[in-house]
């Protein structure tokens, strides 16, 4: 990336009326309108943009799995011919999809074998994740919920609302619940504020946060009704979900900022996906927009081996790189936790570059980000020297 792709990634223009003509203007920033206009079939997409051969079988097969849908804002930040826009790669099915890997699996951070309720999975003593819905406003292709969600694959999300809140009540170590999904910011603002209420009533849940998608797909929802019900409901955390900076439009900011005035602090959860931000300018363009709209990147996340989903994986060594072009290079609050899943549910497991050359009693020998060396000396012992 040069200094001018640079300058342009952090661009944050609105890209409306894009693929729609001029009079949806009227209703763009209606978000029902958007929901009703998605592009979900073959046709739709094609009146908009050149498809290949692999992105048009893709389509067609998309309906077997992992549905298509992309909202019109999403959509006009798609590019017209390149099928190697990072935009593209994310919400368009591909023929790859279809791919056999012995490597992935339907379930692939093993949730479904650690849910004591259906649609709560409890894999930390303390935490819960409470999936409330099995449908977003767009679907990425790399779900790793892809098994549930958009109401297409292979199983149903059959979430016990009264069960879940019984078996919370009834577990006095969760102090900490994050709603997800499919995306719970999809409900009306009457429905998610019951829910919270509810959540709320039980006194030893100290934390509540949401993972949503929609601040990006959908930005239009963030409206300041929501923000002024979700503020009754602090401490309250929301996790978007940012790959690439096109997606930090001038709208998602503004909706952002509106989140964030409301006292709601936020983080970001990417996915490292090859081809869309596998490497280093393009995440350093990422966090940096991500700071200017008031969000900390929280997890980069390694892909998780989910059926389908080979083309888009990448290496670690790629995430352990990029990670390392990021510390001591650019602002500590810019720099996410690099994670993987463990697979088949071992949950989220740091991973690092090294940064210790050498550890003995005495000493431990430190590398900085220019590969410089430094000695720290442990408690109680002999003066540092370089063994
Ligand atoms: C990610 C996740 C959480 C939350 O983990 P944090 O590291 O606290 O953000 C909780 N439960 C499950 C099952 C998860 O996958």
């Known amino acids: 990336m040069t200094n001018e792709e640079y300058d342009q990634a952090m661009q944050m223009k609105s890209h409306a009326p894009g693929y729609w003509p001029a009079e949806a203007l009227e209703r763009?920033?209606?978000?029902?309108?958007?929901?009703?206009?998605?592009?979900?079939?073959?046709?739709?997409?094609?009146?908009?943009?050149?498809l290949t051969r692999e992105e048009r079988s893709g389509i067609l097969l998309s309906g077997n799995k992992l549905a298509m849908?992309?909202?019109?804002?999403?959509?006009?930040l798609v590019d017209k011919d390149d099928p190697d826009c990072p935009i593209r790669r994310q919400v368009i099915p591909r023929i790859e999809e279809t791919w056999d890997d012995p490597t992935e699996l339907s379930d692939p951070c093993g949730e479904d074998s650690h849910m004591p309720v259906p649609g709560l999975v409890h894999r930390y003593p303390d935490r819960v994740l409470f999936l409330v819905t099995d449908l977003c406003a767009s679907y990425c292709r790399y779900c790793t919920r892809s098994r549930v969600v958009s109401g297409v694959g292979e199983q149903q999300l059959e979430t016990q609302y009264e069960a879940i809140y019984e078996y919370l009540e009834n577990t006095p170590t969760v102090r900490d619940v994050l709603?997800?999904?499919?995306?719970?910011?999809?409900?009306?603002?009457?429905?998610?504020d019951k829910i919270l209420t509810r959540l709320r009533q039980i006194p030893h849940i100290q934390f509540v946060r949401?993972?949503?998608?929609?601040?990006?797909?959908?930005?239009?929802?963030?409206?300041?009704?929501?923000?002024?019900?979700?503020?009754?409901?602090?401490?309250?955390?929301?996790?978007i979900h940012a790959n690439h900076p096109k997606e930090l439009t001038s709208e998602v900011q503004e909706g952002l900022i509106r989140l964030a005035e409301a006292g709601i602090p936020l983080g970001n959860q990417s996915v490292l996906l090859k081809g869309v931000n596998d490497d280093i300018p393009t995440q350093k363009a990422l966090v940096h927009k991500l700071l200017m709209c008031?969000?900390?990147?929280?997890?980069?996340?390694?892909?998780?081996?989910?059926?389908?989903?080979?083309?888009?994986?990448?290496?670690?060594?790629?995430?352990l790189e990029i990670i390392e072009g990021l510390r001591g290079h650019t602002t500590g609050y810019a720099i996410p936790?690099?994670?993987?899943?463990?697979?088949?549910?071992?949950?989220?497991?740091?991973v690092n570059p090294n940064y210790v050359v050498k550890h003995t009693d005495n000493q431990v020998v430190l590398r900085n980000y220019e590969g410089k060396e430094f000695i720290y000396p442990e408690p109680n012992s002999a003066p540092a020297f370089l063994e």
């Open 294 to 319: 008031r969000v900390k990147p929280y997890y980069l996340y390694q892909c998780d081996l989910i059926e389908g989903s080979s083309h888009l994986r990448t290496s670690v060594s790629k995430g």
């Open 179 to 192: 709603l997800s999904g499919g995306d719970p910011l999809l409900f009306s603002t009457a429905k998610l």
């Open 337 to 350: 936790q690099y994670v993987i899943d463990g697979p088949s549910g071992g949950g989220k497991i740091p």
């Open 210 to 239: 949401i993972g949503s998608r929609i601040p990006i797909f959908l930005p239009q929802r963030i409206t300041q009704e929501l923000c002024d019900m979700l503020k009754k409901h602090h401490p309250l955390f929301i996790s």
């Open 28 to 50: 763009w920033t209606d978000h029902k309108w958007q929901l009703r206009n998605r592009i979900n079939s073959l046709e739709a997409i094609e009146k908009r943009i050149n």
């Open 69 to 76: 849908s992309i909202t019109p804002h999403f959509m006009n």
